[in-house]
């Protein structure tokens, strides 16, 4: 059975990994968390990455009155599709040239036909993350 976090005091909380890890399992999956500017991502294609413990996020502006999150993997390997901030038509995994729309739709598969019927829609797309804004806050 795992222990729970100690008694905090002074820095501890800041310091402790059975805090950090309790707030991974606990707080971050169920608060919203300020991931950036609304001024961060102007431009359709404008995205921010958001990290927060093991997990990041990519937080996309698809169109003009639209702003999506999702998780910044392939669905293939599990690889990082970017990293910071930038702007981009599409986003493309380094491994094996998968790529994704601003949605998280996957686009193009590296030879579809060695995955025979495996592969649909939904086993292709990104997991999505609530995302809204407020403030000025994504």
């Keep these: 059975m795992e222990q729970p976090p100690p008694e905090v005091f002074g820095n501890e909380a800041y310091v402790c990994p059975q805090y950090a890890a309790a707030e991974r399992e606990k707080l971050w999956p169920k608060v919203w968390q300020h991931a950036c500017r609304l001024e ?13 413990g093991d997990d990041s996020i990519l937080v996309v502006r698809s169109a003009p009155d639209r ?9 293939h390997r599990g690889k990082r599709l970017a990293q910071g901030c930038g702007s981009v038509e599409e986003f493309r995994c380094s491994y094996h040239a998968w ?5 998280g739709e996957c686009n193009f598969v590296l030879n579809p036909e060695d995955w025979g019927d495996r592969l649909d829609d939904e086993r292709l797309k990104i997991e999505h993350v609530q995302v809204d804004t407020w403030g000025g806050w994504v």
């Design 40 to 52: 961060d991502i102007p431009e359709v294609g404008d995205y921010y990455t958001y990290d927060i």
């Design 99 to 103: 790529r994704y729309n601003l949605e």
């Design 67 to 75: 702003i999506v999150a999702f998780y910044n993997v392939c669905v």
